[in-house]
């Protein structure tokens, strides 16, 4: 355990990840303090250039950017940590299931499984949150559900494996009941993949919900990344910063969770490393 | 390998590929359900303005006063049958709307696939060449960074850069409609406004392939057959173009024909940035008119080609590596 810590935080690009997502979580955790003014409210003149009173300057109608991309971390991050423990628990169950059980139900499963992973996801998503109406929910529901498919397979996989070894074996005989096997045997030493794929797909998940923001289909109350670039994009020509700053923020917070994904990958799974 | 048994295997994807699309449809009906009032209001478009007796004769039509089941296989029947409503915001029915605008997207998914593919296996190559070297580091970090990027924020910035700062391309649509071009007038037209759509749905797949191509070249390179190589005495040029590189391009091909769906996906933001006349873009009309049977049928026809796409995928690979042997 010691040797996984030193080999995750020694590596420079999970550090540099690390940091800003500690200063983007604190941002959207302290929302309310670093920004009490609400992010719809209108406080200046539109289109006050950045580096004046306003630090990015304001939008088309004097809405403060600073104040909504700070209030927009939180919607993005909470929505994506959500929807990507959504998809988790109901990838991890369909795949344990699979796994575990075998047979018909595998089969039936992975077809399920490989049927969500053909149909196209994103128009997928858009459909669901068309059809559910545009809401913090819906939101959650498309991105999850679209989300599951990769995390399935990968605890089926991992499932088989591990239900072959000597201890699991050792808990059939003992008497054990299969859900106490599951959960107390087998899914334990799924976690590592697990945790790795985790992230990647909460990063995932912010571009999903920005791209929907970005389309008209957030959430009407909650001030998003994506939809700032989106009202700011009749006036590109303009007001350049209303669309390039929103978007950098989104760059660098994936890019974030991105870095310290694979470090995470590569300390957890040290022989990979030369790959 | 004879064409009879390429034929044989053809139609068994074909028939592999029905459960698919019976399951699209379903999940459309499914959706259907899901959505607030009862099927008709949605067929005729919500706030589309049709009238109540064609509402009526809708829900007669659909039997929506029978159970769930006997509605179901009254849906499924008609998509079947090509049948997938009429969209009044339109005006038309929604299966010639959808094939008019089919070729565009098909355009601009074939050019994307195309840079993609290319772009990720020279730079793939390259980085693995140069592997540990500053050229292979700054490869990766692009690559890392293009893969963090949303797809319409990319798109935005190019257009404020190419089309806004040095004003060198169009910003959006297919072709100039003022300036009636014809023959290759036309093409040349339509190919500049394909620049930039192009490389904004390919930036991310580029970095994609790019670094399985570096990988699966890093993976060759300790291979028995690539120490047979250099025992005969080739040179590492050979070595890596005749060899190691269409080894390593197979994993890039298969990776390249799953992402068919995503890429679709990621047309319809493309194209709804730089107004390209596709799919994507009706997808994102009828959003804004709530025609969610328009919705559902370009949803249905998306998942038909994603899967036609792969079929079609799967056959170019069997006939590019002959040690896949057809059962």
Partial sequence: MQGFWRRFLRNPRVALGLLWLAFIVALAVGAQIFAPVSPFAIVAKPFEPPLGDFLFGTDSLGRDLMSGLIHGARTSLLIAIIATLAAVAFGTLVGALAGFYGGFVDDALMRITEFFQTIPSFIFAIVLVAILAPSGTSLVIAIATVSWPPIARVVRGEVLTIKSREFVQAAIVAGQRDIAILLGQVLPNTLSPLIVIGSLLVANAILIESALSFLGLGAPNLMSWGFQIGAGRPFLRDAWWLVTVPGVAILLTVLSINLVGEGLNDALNPRLRDL | ?327
């Fill in chain 2, 1 to 327: 390998m004879g064409s009879a048994r390429l034929l044989r295997y053809v139609v068994r994807r074909l028939l592999q590929a029905v459960p698919v699309v019976l399951g699209v449809v379903v999940l459309n009906f499914l959706l259907l359900q899901l959505a607030p009032g009862d099927a008709a209001t949605v067929l005729a478009g919500e706030a589309g303005g049709a009238p109540l007796e064609y509402i009526q004769q809708l829900r007669q039509r659909f039997g929506l006063d029978q159970p769930v089941l006997v509605q179901l296989v009254h849906y499924v029947k008609n998509i079947l049958t090509l049948d997938l409503g009429y969209s009044f915001r339109n005006a038309s029915p929604v299966l010639p709307l959808i094939l008019a605008r089919l070729w565009p997207t098909l355009l601009l998914m074939g050019m994307a696939l195309f840079i993609s593919v290319a772009g990720g296996v020279v730079l793939g190559l390259l980085a693995a060449v140069w592997v540990r070297s500053w050229k292979d580091h700054v490869i990766s970090v692009v690559a890392i960074i293009a893969y963090a990027m949303p797809l319409f924020w990319v798109g935005l910035m190019l257009i404020l850069l190419f089309s806004v700062k040095l004003d060198w391309l169009p910003t959006s649509g297919m072709e100039d409609a003022a300036a009636f071009y014809e023959g290759w007038e036309r093409v040349i037209d339509i190919a500049r406004h394909l620049i930039l759509p192009s490389i904004t749905l390919s930036l991310f797949y580029i970095a994609l392939y790019a670094r399985l191509m570096r990988a699966t070249m890093l993976d060759q390179r300790g291979l028995e057959y690539v120490t047979t190589a250099r025992a005969k005495g080739l040179t590492e040029e050979q070595i890596t173009l005749r060899h190691m590189l269409r080894n390593a391009l197979l994993p890039v091909v298969t990776v390249a024909g799953v992402q068919v769906g995503s890429l679709l996906g990621g047309s319809v933001v493309v194209e709804s940035v730089f107004a390209w006349p596709g799919l994507g873009q009706l997808a994102f009309q009828s959003l804004f008119a709530r025609d969610l049977n328009l919705l559902l049928g370009i949803f249905f026809i998306s998942s038909c080609l994603v899967v036609a796409v792969n079929i079609l995928v799967d056959v170019i690979y069997l006939l590019l590596d002959p040690r896949i042997r057809v059962g």
